[in-house]
C-alpha cells in the first residue's frame, strides 16, 4: 500500500549520531502517528499530531521529536540515537471525517544503533 | 492511566481448531476496541473493531467480544486456517483522547497443518 511510504526502510547508525525518519501520505488523513515495535512490547505510540499545528506526546516520546511539516508529511527524529532506539518505527494515518479509528499503517523502517 | 494486556503471547493450534486471544483495559473510559493482524514482514492490518456499545461482532470466521464491566475483549478465530499465522495485536481508544491509541503486546498465532 503506498498510500503511507516511508523512508528509509532501513538504517544503520552509530551511537550519538541524529537520524530522521520521513512519512508521507496521499489519503489525505489529517492525523498522522509515529509507533515504535519491539518483540514482546507491541506497538508503542511516540508522537502523534491532529494536524499540522497539532502536537502531542504519546506514551515513550523522550529521546524523540517530531515535525509535521504539512497535512501530508510527518519527520521523527532521533535527535542523540542510542542502541535501546534499535527498532521497528511505523508511521501511520487517520481521518476525522471517518471516526479517526482506523488506522492505515506505512511499511515500517527499520532503524539499527551501534 | 492506560493500559491494554493481551495473552497469550504465543498460541499454538491445530488447523481447523479455534483460536482466542483475550485483553484487558485499564481505564473504563475506553470506548473503542480494535485487533490488528501483521504478517511476517508485513505491517499491521485492521481486521475487526467493536463499539463499547456493543458486546459482540462478528465478520465470518472471525469475532470479536467486550464486556465493559470487566474490561475485557477477546478475539475468537474459529475453523483456523494456515494464512491465520500472523502476530495479533488487540488495542483501546481512550474516550478523551480521541486519537489515542494504546495497543497491547501481541500474540504469536501458529496453525499446525
Known amino acids: 500500500d503506498a498510500d503511507v511510504t516511508q523512508t528509509p526502510r532501513n538504517r544503520i547508525t552509530k551511537t550519538g549520531k541524529r537520524i530522521m525518519l520521513e512519512c508521507s501520505q496521499t489519503k489525505g488523513h489529517d492525523r498522522m502517528y509515529w509507533y515504535r515495535q519491539d518483540p514482546g512490547l507491541g506497538l508503542r505510540l511516540i508522537y502523534y499530531?491532529?494536524?499540522?499545528?497539532?502536537?502531542n506526546k504519546g506514551e515513550i516520546s523522550d529521546g524523540y521529536s517530531v515535525s509535521r511539516q504539512a497535512q501530508a508529511k510527518f519527520s521523527l527524529s532521533l535527535e542523540s540515537a542510542i542502541p535501546n532506539q534499535t527498532a521497528l518505527y511505523f508511521c501511520?494515518?487517520?481521518?476525522?471525517?471517518?471516526?479517526?479509528?482506523?488506522?492505515?499503517f506505512g511499511a515500517g523502517s527499520r532503524l539499527t544503533v551501534l | 492511566g492506560e493500559n491494554v494486556e493481551q495473552h497469550p503471547s504465543t498460541l499454538s493450534v491445530q488447523e481447523g481448531d479455534s483460536a482466542v486471544i483475550k485483553c484487558t483495559y485499564s481505564d473504563s473510559a475506553s470506548n473503542y476496541f480494535p485487533w490488528y493482524k501483521q504478517e511476517l514482514g508485513k505491517r499491521p492490518q485492521l481486521i475487526i473493531d467493536?463499539?463499547?456499545?456493543?458486546g459482540e461482532k462478528k465478520d465470518q470466521r472471525i469475532a470479536v467480544t467486550l464486556n465493559k464491566t470487566a474490561k475485557h475483549f477477546s478475539l475468537h478465530i474459529t475453523e483456523t486456517q494456515p494464512e491465520d499465522s500472523a502476530v495479533y495485536f488487540c488495542a483501546a481508544r481512550l474516550y478523551s483522547s480521541a486519537s489515542k491509541i494504546i495497543f497491547g503486546s501481541g500474540t504469536r498465532l501458529s496453525i499446525r497443518p
Open positions: 501511520a494515518t487517520s481521518d476525522t471525517n471517518s471516526g479517526a479509528n482506523v488506522l492505515t
Open positions: 467493536i463499539r463499547s456499545n456493543v
Open positions: 499530531s491532529f494536524d499540522v499545528k497539532d502536537i
